[in-house]
């Protein structure tokens, strides 16, 4: 849920990448914090865990103009992968505005990838929300690799819900496609924000800029 500071005139939304053990998460915020100016990105905190190579959650507010002379910060989040940690899962999933589905691209990791999502939407459904209600971007990381299911194939997986939603083949390693999820992402949750707030799109309230 956005929080709405009118004596700083600061909007915080909150977006979180969500998706299985080690299929790029914590490798996205990561590279998004590096590609950014230092003006507009604040200190990325990490806490691990014992047994899980993702962070914890990542944290980094990025500064973008966009609502009659406010200013939007998203707050950046990733959760832990393992299903040992799904109580942290929910914790972080707590007023979410945007969530980044990424789903590891290898074919071994299919089985795994459909019970993260069906996850995601046990953890929304739990809180009183619902996934197909908030706004989501599909990332299908890990195509710089060998022997990976082709995108058509992850659309029929996991974009089936009756309305299709956005997505986009990427290599966090590499950092393709990683700036054009964060962009997507974050329009969407600024048009949807706007919308539930005057009922006009985005768009039509000011152009948005985000880098």
Same mark, same amino acid.
Not at 97 to 121: P, R, T, Y
Not at 142 to 163: I, S, T
């Given at each position: !849920?956005?929080?709405?500071?009118?004596?700083? &005139?600061?909007? $915080? =939304?909150?977006?979180? *990448?969500?998706?299985?053990?080690?299929?790029? /998460?914590?490798?996205?915020?990561? %590279? +998004?914090?590096?590609?950014?100016?230092?003006?507009? /990105?604040?200190?990325?905190?990490?806490?691990?865990?014992?047994?899980?190579?993702?962070?914890?959650?990542?944290?980094?507010?990025?500064?973008?103009?966009?609502?009659?002379?406010?200013?939007?910060?998203? $707050?950046? *989040?990733?959760?832990?992968? @393992?299903? !040992? *940690?799904? =109580?942290? &899962?929910?914790?972080?999933?707590?007023?979410?505005?945007?969530?980044?589905?990424?789903?590891?691209?290898?074919?071994?990791? !299919?089985?795994?990838? %459909?019970?993260?999502?069906?996850?995601?939407?046990?953890?929304?459904?739990? @809180?009183?929300?619902?996934?197909?209600?908030?706004? *989501?971007?599909?990332?299908?990381?890990? @195509?710089?690799?060998?022997?990976?299911?082709?995108?058509?194939?992850?659309?029929? =997986?996991?974009?089936?819900?009756? %309305?299709?939603?956005? #997505? +986009?083949?990427? #290599?966090?390693?590499?950092?393709?496609? %990683?700036?054009?999820?964060?962009?997507?992402?974050?329009?969407?949750?600024?048009?949807?924000?706007?919308?539930? $707030?005057?009922?006009?799109?985005?768009?039509?309230? &000011?152009? =948005?800029?985000? !880098?």
């Amino acid at each position: !849920m956005a929080f709405i500071n009118y004596a700083t &005139r600061e909007i $915080q =939304l909150k977006i979180v *990448y969500y998706g299985c053990g080690l299929c790029g /998460k914590t490798t996205n915020l990561q %590279v +998004i914090h590096e590609l950014l100016g230092d003006d507009s /990105k604040g200190k990325l905190t990490s806490l691990a865990t014992n047994q899980d190579r993702t962070l914890f959650f990542d944290f980094m507010p990025l500064a973008a103009e966009a609502i009659k002379g406010f200013t939007t910060k998203f $707050q950046m *989040y990733t959760v832990p992968g @393992q299903v !040992m *940690y799904n =109580l942290t &899962r929910r914790l972080v999933l707590k007023g979410v505005d945007g969530i980044v589905f990424v789903a590891d691209s290898q074919w071994e990791k !299919m089985e795994e990838n %459909v019970e993260s999502f069906n996850n995601l939407a046990e953890n929304l459904s739990l @809180q009183g929300d619902s996934v197909d209600k908030t706004p *989501y971007v599909l990332q299908y990381n890990k @195509q710089d690799l060998p022997d990976v299911a082709p995108v058509n194939f992850l659309e029929f =997986l996991l974009n089936n819900r009756g %309305v299709r939603h956005p #997505s +986009i083949a990427s #290599s966090a390693k590499t950092g393709q496609g %990683v700036l054009e999820t964060l962009n997507l992402i974050a329009r969407l949750v600024l048009n949807n924000f706007v919308r539930t $707030q005057t009922g006009k799109s985005a768009a039509e309230q &000011r152009e =948005l800029v985000l !880098m």
